[in-house]
C-alpha cells in the first residue's frame, strides 16, 4: 500500500475494506460515524433520506446498488451546531481481486455543523478486475459547512462508478475537492448538487491521467435558490490517458451565479481531452460565466525557466505541478498541505 | 567572452539578423541602439538559444566554446543571462520556490536582495503573475543575482519603470554588472536601450547602431546617445548630423 493511503487507513474514523466497514473514535465532537446497516437500526429517522436524492432507477449502478438491499456502506452525522476544524478521515479499499464493491453512503450534516471529511479510495496495485460502486447522499442543512476532499488511488483494472447527489439548504456551503493521480480503467462521476437560497458551491477537480487511464469527472450544479452561487473548477493534464469533463452550471431563481473553468494540459500523443462547460437558465439576472482552455506546455514558459538553467525535464515538472497546484480558500490547512503533497509527488507518477 | 561572427538568422523563413559580426570582451559592457523592429531583441533570442530563431549561418563563440547549436539551458548554465523585457507569468509557481531551483545556494547567499529590490511579498506569488511593470523588472533582476551570470543581457531595462523603480532597477544593475560577487569574475553585458536612462547607472564602453538587421555604426556610445536624441536613429546610422 503506498504511504499516503496507508496514513490515511491508520488515521480514519471509518474504512470499508472490500464488503466490510470498521471503525473507530478519533475524538471529534458532535460526529457520529457507523457502518450504514449500524446507524439504520440506531437512527431510524434517517432511513426516509436513503434514495431520497439519488433516483434508484437513475442507471445500472442504482438499480444494482439497490437490488443489492441491505448493502454496507458509511453514514456520517454532524450533529447541530457541532463544529470540528479536524477532518475526519475515511477510506474505501480494495485489496482483492474480483471484487463487485457496492456500496451505499450517507451524510448528513446538521444546521450550523461544520464537517471537513478527507476520503482516501485506494486499490492495492495487484489487486485485479474490481469494481466500485457507490451511492452517496449528502444533506448540508440550513447555515452548515460540509467539505469533502477525495484523493484517489485507484489501479489500472479497476472500474469507480460512483453515483452521488448533495442538497443543500439555505446559507450552506458544500466544497468537493476531487484529486486524482493515478491510472484508472473507467471513471465515471458527476454528481448533482441542489443548492438552496444564499448557499455557495464550490465543486474543485484536480486530474492526472497516465497511459491507459480513463476519466469522465465532472459536476452538475442546480441553483434552486435566490442569491445560490456556484463554482466548478477543473484542472487535468494527460500524459497517454482520456479525460472528459463535463462541467453544468443549471439557474433555476433569481440572483444567482456560477462560474466554471475547465483548462487542461496534454502532455502526450494518443491522449483525449473533452471539455464541456455549459450554462443553463430562465432567471434574466443570473450571472453565469465560463472559460476553458485546452493546449500543451506553452512554449514560452518552458524556454523562460530554462533560460535560468533549468533542464527542459525540470522545467516542464514545475509547470505542471504548478498547473495542478490550484488555490482552495476555507480549507484546514491540514488538509491543504495533503492535497499539496500529493501534487508535489505527481511526477513520480509517469511523466 | 562572447563573439559573434557573420550571424544570418531567420524567423519562419524571413532573414531577421543579416550578417552581424561583433566581440564582447571580459569585463566591458556594451550598448544596443535601434529603432524598433531592427532586430535587437532578435539578436538576444538567438544568443540566447531560442528555437524559433534559426541560425542560417555564422557562429556564437561565448568563452571560447561553439554555442551556437546548444540548447537554451546548456547556454544558461554555461553563464549567459537575460533580463528579459516581457517575461511571461507562470501560474502555480511561486517566485521563491523558482529561485531556490535556480540555485538554493545562491538563494542563502544573495536573498537579502529580496528586500533591496523591494520583493518581499512578491516572492511568495505566482511568478510575474500580476506583477507591474516596475515589479516584473525587479523580479529578473533578483532572478539574475541568484542566477549569478556571466554575461548578461538587458532587454529595454527601461520600459514600463517608473522614475523610482529605475533608480532600484539602475542600481541593483550596476551592482551586478560591474561589482560582481565574486571579485574574481569580470561580468560582461550587453544592453537594449531605447531612452538611454539605464547609461546613467550602467556605463558602456561600446555603442552598436542596428538597422533592418545589420550594424550600421559603433563607437563611442555616449557621443552615439547624443546624437540619436538629437537628430533620430537614422542620421545616427548614416553619421550625417
Redesign the interface.
Known amino acids: 500500500m503506498k504511504e499516503n493511503i496507508k496514513k490515511i487507513v491508520d488515521e480514519s474514523g471509518i474504512v470499508v475494506e472490500n464488503n466490510t466497514t470498521h471503525h473507530k473514535d478519533v475524538g471529534l465532537s458532535g460526529v457520529e460515524y457507523l457502518p450504514l446497516k449500524a446507524a439504520m437500526k440506531k437512527y431510524p429517522q434517517y432511513k426516509e433520506k436513503l434514495w431520497g436524492l439519488v433516483d434508484k432507477d437513475k442507471n445500472g449502478i442504482t438499480k444494482e446498488v439497490f437490488a443489492e438491499g441491505d448493502v454496507n456502506g458509511i453514514f456520517i452525522l454532524a450533529k447541530k451546531g457541532s463544529v470540528n476544524i479536524v477532518p475526519l478521515k475515511t477510506c474505501f479499499l480494495i485489496n482483492k481481486n474480483d471484487l463487485d464493491q457496492k456500496l451505499h453512503n450517507l451524510f448528513v450534516v446538521e444546521e450550523g455543523a461544520e464537517l471537513h471529511i478527507v476520503t482516501g479510495c485506494a486499490v492495492e496495485s495487484t489487486s485485479k478486475k474490481n469494481f466500485h460502486k457507490a451511492v452517496t447522499e449528502m444533506y448540508v442543512e440550513k447555515g452548515a459547512k460540509l467539505t469533502y476532499t477525495m484523493i484517489h488511488d485507484w489501479n489500472k483494472d479497476t472500474e469507480v462508478l460512483p453515483v452521488t447527489a448533495i442538497k443543500q439548504e439555505e446559507d450552506s456551503l458544500y466544497m468537493s475537492n476531487y484529486i486524482t493521480f493515478e491510472a484508472v480503467k473507467n471513471m465515471k462521476s458527476c454528481p448533482t448538487v441542489y443548492v438552496g437560497k444564499n448557499a455557495t458551491c464550490y465543486m474543485n477537480s484536480v486530474i492526472f491521467a497516465p497511459k491507459g487511464a480513463f476519466y469522465d469527472v465532472g459536476s452538475k450544479v442546480i441553483l434552486e435558490g435566490d442569491g445560490a452561487s456556484a463554482d466548478i473548477i477543473s484542472r487535468n493534464v494527460t500524459a497517454g490517458g482520456s479525460i472528459i469533463m463535463p462541467a453544468i452550471i443549471d439557474a433555476r431563481a433569481k440572483k444567482n451565479r456560477g462560474h466554471i473553468e475547465c483548462s487542461a494540459l496534454m502532455l502526450e500523443e494518443n491522449s483525449m481531452l473533452d471539455a464541456s462547460p455549459q450554462l443553463k437558465t430562465v432567471a434574466p439576472d443570473a450571472e453565469l460565466t465560463h472559460e476553458a482552455a485546452i493546449g500543451k506546455i506553452?512554449?514560452?514558459?518552458l524556454?523562460?525557466?530554462?533560460?535560468?538553467?533549468?533542464?527542459?525535464e525540470?522545467?516542464k515538472n514545475?509547470?505542471i505541478?504548478?498547473?495542478?497546484?490550484?488555490e482552495i480558500d476555507g480549507l484546514p490547512e491540514s488538509i491543504s498541505q495533503q492535497i499539496k503533497k500529493a501534487t508535489e509527488l505527481v511526477d513520480e507518477r509517469g511523466f | 567572452m562572447l563573439e559573434i561572427k557573420d550571424l544570418v538568422v531567420s524567423i519562419v523563413g524571413k532573414v531577421i539578423i543579416n550578417g552581424i559580426s561583433l566581440s564582447i570582451p571580459e569585463g566591458e559592457t556594451h550598448v544596443m541602439f535601434g529603432p524598433n523592429g531592427c532586430g535587437k531583441s532578435s539578436l538576444m533570442m538567438t544568443i540566447l538559444g531560442y528555437p524559433q530563431y534559426k541560425v542560417e549561418s555564422g557562429q556564437i563563440i561565448f568563452k571560447g566554446q561553439d554555442i551556437t547549436n546548444i540548447p537554451i539551458d546548456e547556454r544558461a548554465r554555461a553563464g549567459i543571462g537575460v533580463m528579459f523585457q516581457h517575461p511571461p507569468a507562470i501560474k502555480g509557481v511561486n517566485l521563491k520556490s523558482f529561485l531556490k531551483k535556480i540555485n538554493s545556494d545562491n538563494y542563502e547567499a544573495h536573498k537579502n536582495y529580496i528586500e533591496k529590490l523591494h520583493l518581499e511579498e512578491l516572492v511568495g506569488r505566482d511568478i510575474n503573475d500580476g506583477f507591474s511593470g516596475g515589479e516584473r523588472k525587479r523580479s529578473e533582476l533578483l532572478q539574475l543575482m541568484i542566477q549569478l551570470p556571466d554575461f548578461i543581457m538587458f532587454d529595454e531595462p527601461e520600459s514600463g519603470v517608473d522614475i523610482e523603480n529605475m533608480k532600484i532597477v539602475g542600481a541593483v544593475a550596476r551592482s551586478l554588472v560591474k561589482e560582481g560577487h565574486l571579485k574574481k569574475r569580470k561580468r560582461s553585458s550587453l544592453i537594449i536601450t531605447h531612452t538611454g536612462y539605464i547609461l546613467d547607472y550602467l556605463s558602456a564602453d561600446k555603442g552598436y547602431m542596428m538597422l533592418d538587421g545589420k550594424l550600421v555604426c559603433k563607437g563611442n556610445p555616449q557621443d552615439m546617445f547624443k546624437m540619436i536624441q538629437k537628430s533620430g536613429f537614422k542620421a545616427c546610422a548614416e553619421c550625417k548630423v
Open positions: 506553452s512554449q514560452d514558459e524556454n523562460y525557466l530554462m533560460s535560468r538553467g533549468l533542464t527542459e525540470d522545467a514545475i509547470i505541478r504548478g498547473f495542478l497546484n490550484i
